[in-house]
């Protein structure tokens, strides 16, 4: 069964910086990009980013743009989020999920089929 | 960006009622719409992808309609189960962004 897995989730004081990972089994996962979406406490659910399936390609929300960034190792099926100057804004808990678009530039109509249970980031002093 | 408004924000039903969530987007996205259950404590489940087709193994007593810029998730028949918080979400365009939520409770 297609599974995602966060990891390195903690607590992190403001302007740090942490690195979340997202771990793939169990499909092809060089056919996938791979999403991340953040939920803080009792609030809706936020987009963060996308990473192409080759990792070429990537976009941000704009409250994360130029402070977030994303990697993927192909060879390890695994994503990671670079996540610096960290905010109180920022503490969420991070979900990962698929998307079956093989070009971030055409879009699929079937995406976030499978999401990660999430990792829980904390910034605070 | 693309603003997803989502209606009503909170609501109260009982078992056996037809419900009916909404969603509007700002801007056309096509048929680029999914619904989501969450329950607390629990990551979200897909439900409806493409605005209209029912994710393998959900009830049928979900569906959804919809294209362009208005979107409807419609639960035929409340069952105990059902009772959590309901998201929209457009995938068109970057930043994809989320409806605000339908938390749905027992009446």
């Known amino acids: 069964q297609a599974q995602l897995v966060e990891s390195g989730g903690g607590v992190v004081r403001p302007g740090r910086s942490l690195r979340l990972s997202c771990a793939a089994s169990?499909?092809?996962?060089?056919?996938?990009?791979i999403h991340w979406v953040r939920q803080a406490p009792g609030k809706g659910l936020e987009w963060v980013g996308v990473?192409?399936?080759?990792?070429?390609?990537?976009y941000f929300a704009g409250s994360v743009q130029g402070r977030f960034t994303l990697s993927r190792d192909n060879s390890k099926t695994t994503v990671f989020l670079q996540m610096t100057s960290l905010r109180d804004e920022d503490t969420a808990l991070y979900y990962c999920?698929?998307?079956?678009?093989?070009?971030?530039?055409?879009?699929?109509?079937?995406?976030?089929?499978?999401w990660g249970q999430g990792t829980m980031v904390t910034v605070s002093s | 960006d693309i603003q997803m408004t989502q209606s009503p924000s909170a609501m109260s039903a009982s078992v056996g009622d037809r419900v009916t969530i909404t969603c509007r987007a700002s801007?056309?996205?096509?048929?680029?719409l999914a619904w989501f259950q969450q329950k607390p404590g629990k990551v979200p489940k897909r439900l409806i992808y493409?605005?209209?087709n029912l994710q393998s193994g959900v009830p049928s007593r979900f569906s959804g309609s919809g294209s362009g810029t208005e979107f409807t998730l419609t639960i035929s028949s409340l069952q105990p189960e059902d009772f959590a918080t309901y998201f929209c979400?457009?995938?068109?365009?970057?930043?994809?962004?989320f409806g605000q939520g339908t938390k749905l409770e027992i009446k």
């Open positions: 999920a698929r998307d079956s678009t093989l070009s971030l530039r055409f879009a699929s109509l079937d995406a976030f089929d499978i």
């Open positions: 169990h499909f092809i996962f060089t056919n996938y990009a």
């Open positions: 990473i192409s399936s080759d990792g070429s390609d990537k």
């Open positions: 801007q056309d996205i096509s048929n680029f």
């Open positions: 493409a605005a209209s």
């Open positions: 979400l457009q995938h068109k365009t970057y930043p994809q962004t």
